[in-house]
């Protein structure tokens, strides 16, 4: 197990759609502010977005997220859901996660990185020299 990156596969709803679809959520020590969001698409191919880990933390006890994505904690039909909307010039997307599969994720992420020692797992230098050369090229 790399003790730097936590990732958890779930079965997520996509609102209006009958069977569930494989998410792939993970979070890396190297990018300690963000959460990627993967969902696997009919064709076996991946559609990922980074989400704020704050925004995640917070969506498990109330509404937030402005813009492109949105989330809240809901009770529908007896089950505890996080509602994930995701806005896009393609479109829009609704995703229902269960409420503890995602806490167990986000308990994960901060044994790993706790809340405000984000800033202390980055390498501004090198993140910096890595955007420089690629300007250069």
């Known amino acids: 197990m790399n003790k730097d990156l936590v990732q958890q596969d779930m079965f997520t709803v996509l609102h209006g759609q009958p069977a569930p679809v494989v998410t792939r959520w993970s979070y890396s020590a190297y990018d300690p502010f963000a959460v990627s969001l993967a969902v696997r698409t009919r064709q076996d191919r991946w559609v990922e977005w980074l989400i704020g880990r704050e925004l995640v933390i917070s969506a498990l006890e109330e509404p937030t997220g402005?813009?492109?994505v949105r989330m809240r904690p809901l009770t529908v039909q007896g089950y505890d859901i996080v509602e994930i909307e995701?806005?896009?010039?393609?479109?829009r997307a609704v995703l229902e996660v269960?409420?503890?599969?995602?806490?167990?994720?986000?308990?994960?992420t901060l044994e790993l990185v706790p809340v405000g020692t984000e800033a202390e797992r980055m390498d501004l230098d090198g993140e910096i020299a890595r955007i420089t050369r690629s300007c250069a090229e």
Request: charged content about 40%; glycine content about 10%; aromatic content about 4%.
């Open 66 to 68: 402005e813009g492109d």
């Open 86 to 91: 995701i806005r896009s010039h393609d479109g």
């Open 98 to 108: 269960d409420h503890e599969l995602l806490r167990s994720f986000v308990e994960s």
